[in-house]
């Protein structure tokens, strides 16, 4: 640590740097989502205790009631379900929010066949709604017509999703055990077979949580079919009287990889163990030049819960 | 085979002409100081102005017609030994010789006869000699002989911080280190700041970058061969070190006086021994250090039979609390036998084990892992030099080596709700035979003319037991989607040592020396070497800690031509020696990452990498003084690495990590009176390839940078300078023992070196994107060291 205060301390500053200027490419952020849930076919072994499915069906219900998803998206700063919205690339280091693309002729497939023509958002600059109910099972792709050329993404796989059972705040020792903050932990399961992925979406006070290296994903490789309850997937410490709502996103492969890539080249950048710069491949085709766009257009079902920290602190024992 | 024939042929017409009656003389040239045997001295027959040299271990062996001779035994800076030796019949001969009092004053720049650039037919060979390592300015003031191989020609690195060294194009996993003869895999301490050969254990180290004698092999751009002193035959002795940061102490002496002697060398870092005084905990419970261990013994049975064993323990430990930590190390052991068949026999038996392994984990109270992977290998090989004559030297033998490669394996747990659940994880360990046979003649034609020609075949072989995926079309990478990831459709199942996929095949060597005068000479090589393991690494440079793999059913073994040529041109009675060398190198076969590879934990690496070629070419010059009070070099490397992958970059052509266009450094060392020296290096090199954005996404609020041009751009240039001061305190002519105060500076006006260059938005404002350099050694570091030696 010594060396490491000797080489490291002080050494990490920001340079100025001349990159040349681009031609501006579409990029697309669509999310295709309903509440579609995954319920085991019978009552849920946690690990040697059973968790009737029952009980399960009638937590799903009673936080569906609680949620509010439209007062949600009328409070949060950022609210992406079922909406397609279309931005610009811009230069490195041109440092202002990304050009919208209105105008643009967007339509929804469903198994090959157009399903929907999106109307653009009167209020939202380069954001287009979808109103089509999705089928699980059947794959979702965009056909777009804008700046000139047509785009297509790749197809999408819509399935669903575990409920998201229970959001706890738990009051304990913190990563790096040295105090002791509130953390939220969620009660869900995961769904049988081998290839699952998930993403969760965090608002804290109303407010999305755009920070790269709280991107929250996870696939099924080392749970597969496991009952996660209990599960840490929101490691940030959260203050008295805060409030945390979590989505629960069934991801497809792509998108996961996707969304791995994407807080790889963000969020763990510049260390001796990080990965080296690499494009982050989404699944928008520019049809008309024959090269990738950017972007990813996601579906799969989707489920919500929310939790409040308490006002006070337990008398617990800590570090 | 038709040309393994000829060569058959060929090498049995030479040793017909040996078959004469003639006379040999053969023995062991020594240090008379401390017994050890002497690399590379001169013993020269002088009515005849035919000589020879001798080899690892000492010894020489030279034939020559019925006479009485004056034969002279040489070594540059040492006192020659001057004998009349009458030649009737077979006659062995030990010499000692000793340090020459006129000489004491000046500096050795290298061990080798004088003019041996001139007269060698070794070309693309730097031959390191200890003692001026240990006057080059160095990180701490730890004399390093790879920061030292850093700063000649040839030899680059991606930059501060980075593990091992890049030898003319080649990546780190392509240089084949030898410690007595035991392989190396990882020759770093702390991630390439220090290395893990402790000088005071070291004899000889010597780089083959071009002209790879065939007694070589497995790897494709270098071979580092490091020989560990013998100890001391006649008294003992201690040699050692006090830092500030870490210290090494060195122990050797007769165990039988000039039959049996050992040396016993160890060094320890102490960063961690202030880590109590932090007010972190965390700091607190952390530990950062390295130790290295060096033991060898030799025994001189009799004239004909010398045994050797040699041993290395080295680790290095980082652990921060627990939160992340790290380990990794070498162990080596050598047991050797030289044993003379004849008089013009040399044989050398060696049996080696050697074992790398390294580790990653972290421990907490609610989930932890702990992620192992290792090489392991048992190797039996024997090695012969027949002195046929004075102008034919054959060399034959044999090696075999058995691995077993576990590239990775993982034990985690979580808790939850007062449940432990653990996972197992282990990618398949994969056992592999290496074997190679060889065969070589140096050979003088007339007294300009000298080559040395060769043939190695070398087999491998990725053996069971275990599962091996099979993919469509038999092609892990889809040709049409070659980003998309390729699921495996079946396995197969191999039994315990049958042989999943083998390779084989030729490898040529081929040097030709041919001297214009004395000063002056042109020479050419040309070697294809083959290499059977890969390094597979992902990370910003390479670390201690990625992967090996084994060539096998789908990853192919690289392989490299190479074509050299130089010009070489001593001044001044050798004071002066410079050189000029021209090289290109094509590989085939070698393998690169996808982007976004996951490479730990993968079964199925081979859906991660590509295959692909790549070739680099440059020009060489060098210019030494290599006597008097003032020594050093210049060194100038102008070259270009280039690969080319299908599936990188749209199939053009772009740039390895250590690509280094222009490379210059400067060594020099002067001796203001016997007991002061100072010293100073500077070292310039073209900024590092590196990938930089092209434009920027916002996605779900994050600012993305776009890369689409890998190894696109580059990184601002590298330089540094560094300097060097040496005080002898005890006056050397009036006692037996010395202490010196070393003391220095690293990187002196501060150069602030990128070790990366990165991209990252405002954590507060995501519209707001900057670029940022890490930069390591980045202020200077002044160094203080007290030396001894009794």
């Known amino acids: 640590m010594a060396l490491a205060a000797i080489t490291l301390a002080g050494c990490q500053e920001e340079i100025d740097l001349d990159l040349p200027a681009t031609q501006p490419e579409l990029v ?142 738990n009051y304990g020792p913190n990563f790096i055990q040295d105090s002791c903050a509130y953390y939220v932990n969620i009660d869900t399961y995961e769904k049988p077979g081998a290839g699952d992925h998930y ?112 006002d006070t602190i337990p008398d617990v024992d800590c570090p | 085979m038709k040309s393994l024939l000829s060569i058959l042929f060929i090498f049995s017409l030479i040793l ?34 035919a000589g020879t040299v001798t080899n690892e271990y000492g010894f020489y062996s030279i034939t020559v017609v019925p006479g009485t001779y004056t034969v002279e035994y040489s070594f540059i800076g040492f006192e020659s030994f001057i004998e009349t030796v009458d030649l009737t019949s077979n006659v062995t001969k030990n010499a000692e010789i000793g340090f020459s009092q006129t000489m004491l004053d000046e500096v050795v720049i290298t061990g080798e006869r004088e003019d041996e650039n001139i007269t060698s037919v070794e070309m693309s060979v730097e031959k390191l000699d200890i003692a001026q390592v240990k006057k080059i300015p160095q990180l701490l003031g730890e004399a390093d002989i790879i920061r030292s191989i850093q700063l000649l020609p040839g030899v680059t690195t991606v930059g501060e911080g980075a593990t091992g060294f890049n030898v003319r194009g080649g990546n780190i996993d392509q240089n084949l280190i030898l410690l007595d003869e035991s392989p190396v895999f990882s020759s770093s301490h702390l991630f390439g700041f220090f290395s893990v050969f402790n000088a005071d254990a070291i004899k000889d180290a010597k780089l083959y970058k071009g002209g790879i004698p065939s007694k070589y092999g497995g790897r494709l751009s270098s071979v580092l061969d490091i020989r560990q002193k013998e100890g001391n035959q006649k008294r003992f002795s201690a040699t050692g070190g006090i830092g500030l940061l870490f210290s090494r102490l060195t122990l050797e002496g007769p165990i039988v006086k000039n039959k049996a002697s050992f040396i016993v060398s160890g060094r320890r870092s102490y960063f961690d021994i202030f880590f109590p005084f932090a007010p972190d905990e965390t700091i607190n419970n952390s530990r950062l250090f390295f130790y290295d261990l060096n033991g060898k013994v030799n025994w001189t049975i009799n004239d004909k039979n010398r045994v050797f064993l040699a041993g290395y323990l080295g680790d290095d430990v980082f652990d921060l609390n627990g939160l992340f930590a790290t380990r990794w190390g070498n162990r080596t052991a050598t047991l050797r036998w030289n044993h003379l068949f004849s008089d013009k026999l040399f044989s050398n038996f060696t049996a080696i084990y050697s074992n790398y392994s390294y580790a990653l984990g972290f421990d907490q109270e609610s989930f932890g892992l702990d992620w192992k992977a290792s090489i392991e290998n048992i190797s039996g090989k024997a090695d ?185 041109r001593n001044f001044y009675a050798n004071t002066y020696e410079s050189s000029v060398e021209l090289y290109y190198k094509y590989f085939q076969d070698l393998v690169d990452y996808k982007d976004e590879a996951e490479l730990l934990l993968n079964n199925t690496l081979e859906t991660e990498l590509y295959t692909g070629d790549g070739q680099a070419y440059g020009l060489e010059f060098q210019f030494k003084r290599k006597r008097g009070k003032l020594t050093g070099w210049v060194s100038y490397t102008l070259s270009r690495v280039e690969r080319f992958v299908e599936e990188i970059n749209n199939g053009d052509p772009y740039p390895a990590n250590w690509d280094k266009t222009h490379d210059i450094s400067l060594v020099a060392s002067y001796d203001i009176t016997n007991r002061i020296n100072v ?52 006056d050397p002519d009036e006692h037996d023992f010395t202490i010196d105060l070393a003391t220095g500076c690293y990187n002196v006006y501060g150069r602030k070196n990128p070790y990366s260059i990165y991209f990252q938005q405002d954590p507060d404002m995501p519209e707001i994107t900057r670029a940022f350099r890490l930069s390591i050694y980045a202020i200077p570091i002044p160094y203080l060291t007290v030396n001894f030696k009794f």
């Open chain 1, 199 to 310: 993403r969760w979406f965090f608002y804290l006070n109303n407010e999305y949580d755009k920070r790269p290296g709280f991107i929250s994903i996870t696939n099924d490789d080392n749970f597969d079919g496991f009952c996660l309850f209990g599960f840490d997937v929101y490691g940030d410490e959260l203050e008295l009287g805060d409030t945390l709502t979590a989505f629960q996103m069934n991801a497809t492969e792509g998108y996961f990889n996707f969304l791995s890539s994407l807080q790889s080249q963000t969020a763990f950048v510049g260390g001796p163990f990080d990965s080296p710069p690499a494009p982050i491949r989404g699944n928008l085709n520019n049809l008309t030049t024959g090269k990738p766009a950017f972007g990813y257009f996601a579906a799969g079902g989707i489920s919500a819960n929310a939790t409040a920290i308490p």
């Open chain 2, 384 to 568: 012969f030099t027949y002195f046929a004559n004075p102008n034919n030297k054959i060399e034959f033998g044999f090696h075999n080596t058995y691995y077993y490669f576990r590239p990775g394996g993982a034990e985690a747990y979580i808790e939850s709700n007062d449940v432990v659940d653990t996972f197992n994880f282990q990618v398949r360990p994969i056992p592999a035979f290496e074997s190679a046979i060889y065969l070589s003649n140096e050979q003088k034609i007339g007294t300009r003319l000298t080559l040395a020609y060769g043939i190695r075949y070398s087999g491998f072989a990725q053996l069971g037991a275990g599962q091996v995926y099979k993919y469509p079309n038999d092609e892990p990478i889809d040709p049409e989607f070659p980003t998309s990831t390729v699921s495996p459709i079946d396995t197969v199942h191999y039994d315990e040592f049958e042989i999943v996929k083998g390779y084989h095949g030729i490898e040529p060597r081929f040097a030709a020396n041919y001297q214009l005068d004395e000063f002056s000479s042109v020479k050419g090589s040309y070697n294809r070497m083959r290499q059977y393991i890969h390094l597979i690494s992902n990370t910003t440079a390479a670390t201690p800690v990625d992967i090996y793999m084994p060539a096998g059913e789908y990853i192919k073994p690289g392989l490299v031509d190479q074509v050299a040529v130089g010009y070489f």
């Open chain 2, 16 to 49: 017909s002409g040996t078959a004469q009656d003639k006379v040999t003389l053969s023995g062991y040239v020594k240090d008379n100081e401390t017994g050890e045997g002497m690399i590379a001295a001169t013993v020269m027959v002088k009515e005849l102005n």
């Open chain 2, 679 to 730: 010293a100073s290096s500077f070292a310039y090199m073209t900024g590092r390839p590196i990938t930089y954005p092209e434009a920027r996404m916002t996605f779900g609020g994050v600012t993305a940078p776009i890369y689409n041009n890998r190894n696109g751009a580059r990184t601002p240039a590298y330089h540094r300078l560094d300097v060097a001061a040496t005080f002898n305190l005890i």
């Open chain 1, 28 to 169: 697309i952020e669509g999310y295709l989502t309903q509440r579609d849930y995954y319920f085991p076919n019978g009552d849920l072994d946690c690990f040697g205790t059973t968790v009737p499915l029952a009980d399960i069906v009638l937590a799903t219900q009673l936080v569906d009631a609680f949620i509010n998803i439209d007062s949600i998206e009328s409070e949060a700063d950022y609210f992406p379900f079922n909406k397609v919205q279309l931005t610009l690339t811009g230069d490195y280091f041109a440092n202002e929010i990304p050009q919208t693309v209105s105008n643009a002729s967007v339509m929804l497939y469903e198994d090959g066949n157009v399903v929907e023509t999106l109307i653009e958002d009167p209020n939202i600059p380069g954001t287009y709604r979808i109103t089509h109910y999705p089928k699980i099972g059947s794959e979702y792709h965009l056909w777009i017509q804008a700046l000139g050329n047509i785009y297509e993404t790749e197809r999408e796989l819509y399935e669903s999703v575990p409920p998201l059972i229970g959001l706890t705040a």
